[in-house]
């Protein structure tokens, strides 16, 4: 199977198909759009958005929505995903969790609007000693 490197070109693809995903955000409660974009080691991209709801905790983070996305079409194996707010915030505890189940090498892109890198970590870095499929004899 053909393994997808992260080349410049690739991750400057990957932050702008973040900053124009984030543009269709549903988050008319908080007013905090958030854009992700992740490359998979196939090479697809899958984008996401955070999608809110008046029911508060039915949110669901823009990170989370491209993984599922992703694994919804087959994809178990990731390279690195962007994600894009206003001012460069970065996954939350529960997105870093779910990335965490597939691989603690992914890397993670932050960027503010403009497609600015503001930071850029390693899950392992992000999520230190993570809980995953290999405490479970997976
Ligand atoms: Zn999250």
């Known amino acids: 199977m053909m393994e ?11 932050v702008q198909r973040a900053v124009e995903a984030r ?26 958005v955070n999608v809110e709801n008046a029911a508060y905790p039915m949110s669901l983070c823009a990170e989370r929505v491209a993984i599922f996305k992703a694994i919804s079409e087959g994809e178990r194996e990731f390279v690195a995903l962007a994600v894009v707010t206003s001012n460069g915030g970065t996954p939350c505890g529960a997105c870093r969790q779910v990335m965490a189940e597939f691989g603690q090498d992914t890397l993670v892109l932050v960027a503010d609007s403009s497609g600015r890198l503001v930071h850029e970590a390693r899950l392992s870095e992000l999520l230190p000693g993570a809980f995953g499929p290999r405490d479970l004899g997976k």
Not at 23 to 48: E, I, M
Request: charged letters at 15%.
């Open 23 to 48: 543009k269709l955000a549903y988050a008319p409660y908080s007013n905090y759009p958030v854009g992700a974009a992740l490359l998979t080691r196939s090479g697809r991209f899958f984008s996401g």
């Open 4 to 14: 997808t490197m992260l080349t410049s070109e690739l991750r400057s693809e990957l």
